[in-house]
């Protein structure tokens, strides 16, 4: 598939610094785009940063931010020091989000309040301060979402509540952006190997961390393509959506789980994907 349109585009991917995000800005750095990696952990951004290097990004071709995506503030002087940079933005990937794990009678409000605020509002504040540069280029957007907006997970009440909400954001600016040229679309992972991100957020599987491989290796039977997801499968879906070969295409929702919402089985270890 030919990515040429890409090459020199301005590429903004908040959540850089996770799982993935950082899968998804060393493809794009394979497209020689101009990119900017945004992202809590400064830590994590400079070992994304090392990636696209080494898959060809050039110098003066990447920079790094350090912003919560929840702080309108910061959020605005992100968007403000892209734009001065490199004079605009074309493709903007939001790849933040937290999982508050709980069945509904456990569920706090201060989980709910916490999901929201990061998973929905966090893609929306980035998406307000970035629309009328992308606007400008008709550009595109691709949230990342999980599997779990369109068919819930056992015991991720909040999450995919929170999920299901961006996706419908999605829908919602897809439908609003349209007529202006911005085409937005979301990737909908199910669980990715060899991800430990519900053990760092505490779910149900922290209290069996020595059994996390043959977990993840029993619920490959609830996916009829009989594996779980791989990263690049995500990054691979980021990169199409966000290129020309994707140009008719807005307010999708890509499930990117070997089919596993379309089988009635569940597994009650079954997680949400990992952005971070």
């Known amino acids: 598939m030919d990515y040429s349109d890409l090459k020199g585009k301005v590429v903004l991917i908040a959540g850089a610094s996770g799982n993935i995000g950082s899968e998804a800005a060393?493809?794009?750095?394979?497209?020689?785009?101009?990119?900017?990696?945004?992202?809590?952990?400064?830590?994590?951004?400079?070992?994304?940063?090392?990636?696209?290097?080494?898959?060809?990004?050039?110098?003066?071709?990447?920079?790094?931010?350090?912003?919560?995506?929840?702080?309108?503030?910061?959020?605005?002087?992100?968007?403000?020091?892209?734009?001065?940079?490199?004079?605009?933005?074309?493709?903007?990937?939001?790849?933040?989000?937290?999982?508050?794990?709980?069945?509904?009678?456990?569920?706090?409000?201060?989980?709910?309040?916490?999901?929201?605020?990061?998973?929905?509002?966090?893609?929306?504040?980035?998406?307000?301060?970035?629309?009328?540069?992308?606007?400008?280029?008709?550009?595109?957007?691709v949230n990342v979402s999980s599997f779990t907006g369109i068919r819930p997970s056992y015991a991720y009440f909040a999450y995919a509540l929170a999920e299901a909400a961006l996706d419908q954001l999605t829908k919602a600016l897809a439908l609003e952006l349209g007529p202006q040229g911005v085409r937005v679309n979301s990737v909908n992972p199910a669980v990715i190997r060899g991800s430990d991100f519900w053990i760092r957020e505490g779910a149900p599987l922290a209290d069996r961390k020595g059994e996390y491989a043959t977990i993840q290796e029993g619920l490959k039977q609830f996916y009829p393509m009989g594996r779980l997801v791989e990263v690049n499968d995500v990054a691979g879906a980021i990169v199409f959506l966000a290129s020309d070969n994707a140009s008719f295409v807005t307010g999708a929702l890509m499930p990117i789980d070997g089919g596993k919402t379309l089988t009635s089985k569940a597994a009650r270890d079954d997680a949400p994907t990992a952005k971070k």
């Open 26 to 141: 060393e493809a794009f750095a394979s497209k020689r785009v101009q990119l900017v990696l945004v992202g809590r952990s400064e830590e994590k951004l400079k070992q994304t940063l090392l990636r696209c290097q080494n898959a060809g990004a050039k110098d003066g071709d990447v920079i790094t931010i350090s912003c919560d995506v929840t702080n309108q503030a910061e959020v605005d002087s992100m968007i403000e020091k892209t734009v001065k940079t490199f004079g605009g933005i074309d493709v903007l990937v939001n790849s933040v989000g937290i999982v508050r794990p709980g069945k509904f009678l456990e569920t706090k409000s201060q989980d709910y309040d916490d999901v929201f605020r990061i998973n929905v509002f966090g893609p929306f504040s980035v998406v307000k301060a970035a629309a009328c540069h992308l606007i400008k280029r008709r550009g595109s957007i």
